[in-house]
């Protein structure tokens, strides 16, 4: 085996693919199902333990990998040297491109068990290498955006930032970074997150700038010259208490904010304010960060606190990194002739893997307040009353991406989506699903 | 806010950064600190709750992005019209290659509480910049490469294969498979790691296969025909016995492996092998899949299966998806005058995240019977005995990487080291560390 030494980015989205894609692909091929026309559906089939709602994110993502799923000549001879498939598979690959539709949930939505997230539709050979790279997006970015949700909520009307991408994949932090700022972050500490994806980033200095210099006084003197009285000076490197003192020696009155990283941040954050205060310093905001989950945020809410970092935890899904999502078969036509009948279809063994077969619409249907108060889906007609209803919008049409946004639209989506659920949505304790699932 | 539309790969690792690094860097080169010369390292303060202990992955992944951490155009564009830094700081990064040191310990290898994995030496400006893309790294690659580590331990000599690019981010998914690989998995189902890495591939089918076909026997007859009677034939679609019975009347007793995908595996296990055998398929082998994790393989141990493939839990650190790396400033120089001694430097605030200052030498001290006794760490003269067992080696010398090995290399040294543990260590039981961690 060796080491091919290829850049660390992989030029296509194509070979984010499992084996078994092709493998069935070629098989396909070769005894004529390979055209049949299919339909594929993303879906979960529970939410993690104890949570009460899904976050859809990762959609923007999928259109891009689905434009760029395709071969390239590298790729083709790694398939072909290592005999993965044979010349007709690879001929067929190198003019591969997806031509079929994609509906989905929009992008910030909120998902149960069973919504179906992502339609895809097409001849088998086509959504069938979509399968793995679908998964991955929507599995990950979901899961991350979910736990921004839970923090989001638990802040109130309290700023976020993301500071996970240490703690990650370094391109996962990128995609943890947008999939935060979907579920209601504010900003990021991921420079790439904000090159890509033009998310507001921010950042200031870590304790080693402070060790660095020769004391605490030159270190802090060093960063407000360098960036103004606004900035946030770390106050915990070694006493919180004379490190405060000397930040507004230093900024004077007008310092932005002050970093606690360590320590009972509730105690801190109590002491600080009262010295801040004291200082004159009244309009200098606490900035705290330091493994914060959900659970800390909100036990913080009292606190005078003004800003969360959080890292670990949300770009790890708070104890959830991904949100089993599936890409199943739910209905193939009988044949390639045209108009052949679509035939609903699922995995039939026991085992608690099986799926409702059949191409679904899915609509959330409201109470008299104009809460929701169900996911309804259904393979039939849709009831009158769930008509305006409808949760998939168009995102691929014919193989050309038409459901491309700004990131701003899911994220205000996401806060719409949620303000309509039940008020027990947002409770932190360990619950069901905030609304059921009805099979029509 | 506007979508950059770039292309999903971003073009070098330099912006694998959290924007403090790059305020830090500005900070500094104004006060004439940036050029102090500073010891990094990269350790953990402790190891996932009851793991024994931690393998190091990643290492080859920190040398190619070391080597690609330059600033391009489009990149400066950006840091210049966010106003993240200003123009010397800009002309600065515009000519940034890194021409330091990196010592570590080599790919594969365990470590305990404070082993100095990576340790870092150059200006504070070269080094700073390296914190977030070094701890991406580790902390996601080694996290997946100890769960990987216990997993082949359960697994005694039966080969596992990696199949959880579904349940990560794509890029993700193509780092986890590396690092199983270092861990101890024999294959990937991943195309990108085969591509990347030139790690071994597999993979056969899926239940979307048979439900694309008018009957079960039409697919296995497609499969056979398409990739020979040694293919794996997934057999839990419908009825599992009746699918084993056809899949040999497809393939005859030649046929290479059945795959079980759900259901209770132990059980199911037991009566496929029976079937296969009253068929005449003694040498068909059984492939096991579904949410397994080292604990599910253990309980398999005496089942008749041949393979697992494991996906989640692998992917996701088996509840510990990140390892909690550090990678702090232990050492500075009092000024820049060439020979300026170097002073240890630590963070001394109460809080639990204080950390031993200091440049740090690290060996493994063995007993009588050659099995590892102690981790063993100091500042000051390496004692005679433990000379000849010190762990880092060099990586990079003066910018120039020297440090890379193939991936079989980190491999290999793995199970040599794990094999070197005290037997407790492949426990499955949470415990403590296995090697006490010794500061001299």
Known sequence: MTDLRLPVSVPSTALFTDQYELTMLQAALRDGTADRPCVFECFTRRLPEGRRYGVVAGTGRVLDAVEGFRFDAAQLDFLRERGIVDGPTLEWLAGFRFHGDVWGYPEGEVYFPGSPVLRVEG???????LETVILSIMNHDSAVA???????????????????????????????????YVGGFAATSDLAAGFRYGIPTTGTAAHAFTLLH??????????????GRGT????????????VRTAVEVAGPGLGAVRLDSGDLLLMAHR??????????????????????EYAIASLAAAPVDTYGVGTQLVTGSGHPTCSMVYKLVARATST?????????????????????????????????GFAAAEVLGTGEVPKDLAERLLPVPLVRAGSVIGREPLEAARARHIEARAALPLSATQLSRGEAVLPTEYL
């Open 123 to 129: 001849s088998f050979a086509e959504c069938v290498l």
């Open 146 to 180: 979910a736990a921004a949700s839970r923090m989001s909520a638990a802040a109130g009307g309290r700023p976020l930032i993301e500071m996970g991408a240490r703690r990650t994949h370094e391109l996962s932090a990128v995609a943890a970074a947008r999939a935060a």
């Open 214 to 227: 020769d004391s605490e006084r030159d270190a802090f003197t060093a960063q407000v010259e360098s960036m």
């Open 232 to 243: 946030t000076l770390l106050v915990d490197t070694y006493d919180v208490r004379e490190a």
């Open 272 to 293: 600080v304010r009262q010295q801040l205060d004291e200082l004159g310093a009244r309009d200098t905001k606490i900035v705290v960060t330091s493994d914060l989950d």
């Open 337 to 369: 002739e045209p108009g052949a009948p679509l035939l609903p279809v699922a995995k039939r063994s026991t085992g608690g893997k099986s799926s409702v077969g059949g191409r679904k619409w899915a609509a959330r249907r409201l109470d008299e307040d």
